[in-house]
């Protein structure tokens, strides 16, 4: 696991409480999702989404070894530029906690990665869903082609971001080099930070 991916979870883990929706954005092998179900507990509910089908049937497998009673999953075959309606038509109106992890899946095809453009487009989409108090994260890899405009364009939305709607914070590691994964995290917060 690579420091920002500890640091989203460490992040969300005293943030989320248990029992409400959640998804995770690009399911890879599954250990985000699995983290999001510990995370919500029976009670809760996960969606993952991937635009591989093998990315699927992981995650899936890795599902099969959480111990019962477990969260329920909903696995979608589609990009998350397309969750909310998907989301929709599962009846989903709120979000609690929200898992991006961008780029390729490693061992596979690189082209298969996330873009700045669709990435934007479901972080509008799916940061409209979070509840008061819910949690959105994104781990960036900067390091491939490609991945440090879709950084980029993350840090310029997030940097724009209206307070009432999302608190942004940034997180990045100072001596690892350069083009060490980098986490955004955005907290729908209540509290009104305009004094
Ligand atoms: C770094 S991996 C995710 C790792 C995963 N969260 C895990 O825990 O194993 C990035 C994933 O994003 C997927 N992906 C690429 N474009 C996507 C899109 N538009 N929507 C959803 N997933 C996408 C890739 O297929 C890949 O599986």
Redesign the pocket.
């Known amino acids: 696991m690579t420091a920002a991916v500890t640091a989203a979870h460490e992040y969300m883990r005293p943030r989320v409480r248990a029992g409400g929706i959640g998804v995770?954005?690009?399911?890879?092998?599954?250990?985000?999702?699995v983290f999001l179900a510990r995370l919500l507990g029976p009670e809760g509910i996960v969606h993952a989404?991937?635009?591989?089908p093998a990315?699927l049937a992981a995650t899936q497998q890795r599902w099969l070894t959480l111990p019962s009673p477990k969260a329920a999953l909903h696995l979608h075959a589609c990009?998350?530029?397309s969750m909310k309606q998907s989301l929709a038509d599962h009846g989903v109106t709120q979000l609690q906690a929200v898992i991006f992890?961008?780029?390729?899946?490693p061992g596979t095809d690189h082209a298969?990665?996330?873009s700045a453009s669709?990435t934007l487009t479901a972080l509008q989409d799916l940061l409209t869903l979070l509840t008061p108090g819910g949690i959105l994260t994104v781990v960036a890899y900067p390091g491939h082609p490609g991945g440090r405009e879709e950084l980029d364009a993350i840090l310029s939305w997030a940097r724009q971001l209206p307070p009432a709607i999302g608190l942004a914070r940034h997180l990045q590691w100072l001596n690892l080099g350069p083009d060490r994964a980098e986490m955004i995290a955005i907290e729908a917060d209540p509290t009104d930070w305009s004094a």
């Open positions: 995770d954005a690009t399911a890879g092998r599954g250990h985000d999702t989404c991937d635009v591989q990315a990009g998350h530029e992890n961008l780029g390729y899946l298969i990665t996330t669709t």
